[in-house]
Structure formats: structure tokens, C-alpha cells
């Protein structure tokens, strides 16, 4: 509504102005005219009609002009308002906080993790979070990149505030009040291997910003387990058992308490979170196009995924509904069909092995090396760590 009457203001505006301007210049002319023998009840009418078109235009001028004005004064009111809670800052720090604000509220929407939720705490009362870490989720439908970025210039912001010994600003918005306010020497962002995947050009950036401002981007492996998608560590969440300082003590009065361990180089794995909804086709065509179907009898999803341009090899990935992954099959789809199952990836991996395919899920590292050597070779590299063959004509 208030779209549309700033809309037929300004419309007005340009219609009013227009007639106006018109009308005095045909008055001019009537008045200027000389050589035309106007009877008077003619000259009076002409210009008594001339003067409320004249009246009529401005009026139609001033209207617009009016309900343009309102709506400018409605928004201002609007804007000062929503700054009311922040009447200590300048009109600069202001506009940055209330642009995170709205940012926090689209697609950098993150929220806060209860870390009692993460641990198996049956049994328990009363657990309190004693990690010195503050724990979020990325919201649905969130850019993950926007939002490193966001927490980059709030993470600047707060200890520019500790640099002049000045607290940070007051805001409405719960979560940006928590990044803002609680500083604690490690920061969690919990995320899906998909939302890591999206980051894609722009991956060893946000890494780069991430390992700057201290947050890390962790993905649940398990009740109390983080996998570090930057360093590869793991980070266990587990009930302290140092408070009081017996184990039945902990068990009533139990404390979070936060370790990690380092596993080695953190290569992308095939797990729940990366397939997608189960019986879910998709019409994708080329190298590394997939599809996936859940075998509801065997509880088990497959996931295929082309090799080649011929559609002759394929690629196909066994997981198990809770996640766990059960074997590979290297698929040759001709006129007889010929299935090499095996589990070695590690070892294939090694054979196919450049700089970078840590973070390469398997099947980009066996596209590319079927693009350059072509299926027979891969076959080859795969055979001595074939467990099973299936053949059928």
C-alpha cells in the first residue's frame, strides 16, 4: 500500500506539472495574440476555462507532490525509529549494525547450538556448557560464504571495540548480540559437507578469513564428535568428569568439556548429509552426473555417478541408512555388464594421487582420471583390490 501511493504521487507529480506548464503557455499565447477580433463573451470564456485548468493541474501538482512527501516523511519516521535503540551510536556504526541485522535475518540466518543436544546426556541433570566456546548452526537456506563474511567484519568490529575499551553497541537481534558481546577464544559454526561443497571457487578464502578471525567450520560426525573441515581435527564434546571429582559426582552434577584429536588429512567421505533424499532421480548428464536410490528391503542407499562422456562407466557408492558407507562398485555398462566391487579407496587414492585431492570427493579423482587414460586403465589400477566380480551378458 505504501509502494503504491508513493507510485501515484509521483505519477500526479509528473501529470500535474506537465498540464500546468501546458496551460500557461496557451495563456501566454491567448494574451499575446493581437490580430484576432475575439468578441468578449468568447475572450472571458476562453480564459475563465484556461485559469481552472490551470488550477486544476497545480492541484493535481500539489496532490502528487503531497503524497510523495508523506511517504519520504513515513519512512524517515520508520528509519528513526528502528535506530531508536541505538541513540549512542554514529549514523555510520549504526548502518553497519543494522545491515548485519538484516543480513542475519536473510541468508546469513545462523542460530545458537545447545551443545547438551550434541552429547549423550541421558541420565544427566543439569549439564552447563564449560567449553569457552560458542556454538551455531547455519540456518536453512543460508550462503555459508556471505555469512563467514559477515562474521569476519563483526569479528573486526568487537575487537576494534576491545582496542578502544569501549563495549559493543547495543542490538535487537539475539544471535548478532552473542557474536557481538561473548568473546571466547574458539567459535563454532556447524554445517553440512553440502553447505561446504557450495562454497566451491571460493573455498580457501573463506578458509583463509575463518583461520583469521578464529571460527571454525565443523561437521557432526557423530553424538559428540565435530569433524574440522579446515584442520581435519576432530572435536569431542563429552561430560567432564572432574567436578566434584568422582564419576558419580558427574554424573549428577556433569560438566561439558571439550578436547581434540588430529586423525590426519581430512578427505571428503560419503555420508548422510552429501546423498541426496532418498528416491530422488536426477536427469543430469556427463561426467560425474548422479542419481541415487534407496533400497528400502536391504537398508541401504546406492548413489551412481558417470564416469565418462559414453555413459559405459560408472561409479557406484553404497551407504547404509545410518550413514555408514558399505562398499564401491566399478561399473562397466555394455553389452555385457561387468560389476568390480571393492572398499580399498585409500589405496586407489594413493595410486591416483595430486596435490589437492584431499578435499576432492572419490569420484571427481576417478573422473578425472578416466577423462585422461580412459576406463580400462582405471579398471587396471582397481583390480588388485577387487573383493567381488559380477558378470552378466
Not at 559437507?193 to 560426525?221: I, M, N, T
Not at 542419481?291 to 546406492?302: A, I, P, V, Y
Not at 557408492?317 to 553389452?335: I, M, N, P
Request: charged share 25%; aromatic share 12%; with cysteine.
Amino acid at each position: 500500500m505504501k509502494k503504491a501511493k508513493r507510485i501515484i504521487g509521483m505519477v500526479l507529480l509528473i501529470v500535474g506539472g506537465y498540464l500546468t506548464i501546458a496551460n500557461l503557455i496557451v495563456l501566454q499565447v491567448v494574451l499575446t495574440v493581437r490580430d484576432v477580433d475575439y468578441r468578449p463573451e468568447s475572450a472571458v470564456m476562453v480564459l475563465i476555462f484556461i485559469l481552472f485548468s490551470i488550477l486544476f493541474s497545480a492541484g493535481l501538482f500539489m496532490l502528487g507532490w503531497r503524497l510523495w512527501r508523506e511517504q519520504a516523511e513515513a519512512m524517515k519516521r520508520a528509519r528513526m525509529e528502528a535506530l531508536a535503540p541505538r541513540k549512542d551510536t554514529g549514523p555510520e556504526e549504526a548502518e553497519h549494525i543494522a545491515r548485519w541485522e538484516s543480513a542475519l535475518a536473510g541468508d546469513c540466518a545462523i542460530k545458537g547450538y545447545d551443545l547438551e543436544r550434541a552429547v549423550d546426556a541421558e541420565g544427566l541433570d543439569d549439564l552447563s556448557n564449560n567449553t569457552g566456546a560458542d556454538w551455531f548452526s547455519l540456518g536453512m537456506g543460508s550462503d555459508l560464504a556471505k555469512v563467514v563474511r559477515l562474521y569476519a567484519e563483526v569479528d573486526t568490529y568487537r575487537k576494534a571495540c576491545e582496542v578502544h575499551g569501549v563495549k559493543p553497541k547495543h542490538t535487537d537481534d539475539y544471535i548478532l548480540c552473542w557474536l557481538m558481546c561473548f568473546a571466547h577464544d574458539i567459535h563454532f559454526l556447524i554445517v553440512t559437507q553440502q553447505d561446504f561443497l557450495s562454497l566451491g571457487a571460493e573455498r580457501e578464502q573463506c578458509l583463509a578469513l575463518c583461520r583469521e578471525h578464529g571460527l571454525h567450520l565443523v561437521l557432526p560426525q557423530s553424538a559428540g564428535v565435530f569433524l574440522d573441515l579446515d584442520s581435519g581435527r576432530r572435536w569431542n564434546v563429552y561430560i567432564a568428569e572432574t567436578y566434584p571429582g568422582s564419576v558419580d559426582d558427574a554424573a549428577t552434577y556433569g560438566s561439558l568439556a571439550l578436547n581434540w584429536t588430529d586423525p590426519g588429512q581430512y578427505t571428503l567421505g560419503y555420508m548422510v548429509d552429501y546423498i541426496p533424499s532418498p528416491n530422488i532421480r536426477r536427469a543430469e548428464q556427463g561426467p560425474g552426473a548422479k542419481m541415487f536410490l534407496f533400497d528400502e528391503s536391504l537398508h541401504q542407499g546406492r548413489l551412481t555417478v558417470q564416469l565418462d562422456q559414453e555413459r559405459l562407466w560408472f561409479l557406484s557408492v553404497f551407504v547404509g541408512e545410518d550413514g555408514d558407507l558399505k562398499k564401491f562398485s566399478l561399473d562397466y555398462e555394455g553389452a555385457a555388464d561387468s560389476h568390480y566391487e571393492f572398499t580399498a579407496e585409500k589405496a586407489i587414492r594413493d595410486k591416483l594421487y595430486f596435490p589437492g585431492d584431499e578435499k576432492l570427493y572419490f569420484h571427481d579423482i576417478l573422473v578425472r582420471y578416466v577423462k585422461e587414460y580412459g576406463g580400462n586403465a582405471l579398471l587396471n589400477q582397481i583390480m588388485p583390490h577387487v573383493t567381488a566380480q559380477y558378470h552378466y551378458d
